[in-house]
């Protein structure tokens, strides 16, 4: 299905790398992809590297000892943070660390540098990185979980819009003491990205017109709210029960 896609490369990809955008998060399942994928043919364009159109992501998030960037997110807090190391596998390993910043009026504001490698510890050029783009000090954080995953990205032909379609999920936690993994093979987590909400995307029109809802949470939200037991879940136990719904209870959990 995805080669029926007209390619966009890399180098095409600057024009819309939307820092500062507004996001729709949506879940739903495996087996509405294809239909999706199909009405999404005139008007999307799909990411094309080295003729690879499915792209491995590894993720490794950071929070403070105590979660208190989950905790913002749990509460409904605005001007609050993820902090993450990005590497992108089929590019030669590409990394990055990156910030991301929900402000009051909403926005998404993303930063990051290129970096050699994904580390434990926020150092040298990641640790310049956040004095300068941050309000933390790296010796807050910590390593909480990797978040991977299989990612396809669309441009919008018609509109400033970037749309990443996710699959293969899964959730590992970094205590070398507990190790465990979830999977979700049935799950799709899709994003678009926008500047501004009311930028017409054909993308949610499709999955509205297929009963599918937004949701908000976030995929380091969703990964903490399954590996940790400590952290306050309340808030979030609707937006989890809808995915795991959306993911036809294909949850896979390896080690203890």
């Known amino acids: 299905m995805i080669k029926v896609f007209e390619p966009v490369s890399l180098p095409e990809m600057d024009g819309v790398k939307l820092m ?26 799909l990411l094309e590297i080295n003729g690879v159109r499915v ?3 590894e993720s490794l998030y950071y929070d403070t000892p105590d979660f208190k960037l989950f905790e913002k997110h ?10 993450r190391f990005r590497k992108y596998v089929d590019s030669d390993g590409l990394t990055f660390f990156e910030s991301k910043f929900k402000n009051i009026k909403e926005r998404t504001i993303k930063n990051r540098v290129n970096v050699p490698e994904i580390t434990d510890a926020i150092e040298g050029k990641a640790e310049e990185f956040l004095k ?3 309000p933390f000090a790296s010796d807050m ?22 749309l990443t379609i996710d699959t293969d999920l899964s959730f590992i936690k970094t205590d070398p003491a507990e190790q465990l993994t979830l999977r979700f093979p049935q799950m799709v987590i899709a994003e678009s990205k ?15 017109a297929a009963g599918v809802r937004e949701s908000g949470m976030s995929k380091y939200c969703f990964g903490v709210y399954h590996l940790f037991s400590s952290v306050k879940k309340n808030n979030f136990k609707p937006v989890v029960r809808f995915a795991h719904k959306m993911a036809q209870g294909g949850m896979v959990r390896t080690g203890t």
Request: glycine share 2%.
């Open 194 to 208: 926008r500047r501004k909400s009311s930028s017409v995307s054909p993308f949610i029109r499709l999955v509205r």
């Open 20 to 45: 500062d955008r507004v996001e729709s998060k949506y879940v739903f399942p495996m087996a509405h992809l294809p239909e999706i994928l199909e009405g999404m043919r005139s008007d999307y364009r």
């Open 141 to 162: 954080f910590v390593p909480k979980l990797w978040t991977n995953c299989s990612r396809m990205t669309f441009v919008n032909k018609n509109s400033e819009e970037r």
């Open 74 to 83: 749990h509460r409904g807090m605005l001007n609050r943070w993820k902090l």
């Open 55 to 57: 792209h491995r992501y």
């Open 132 to 134: 300068e783009f941050t």
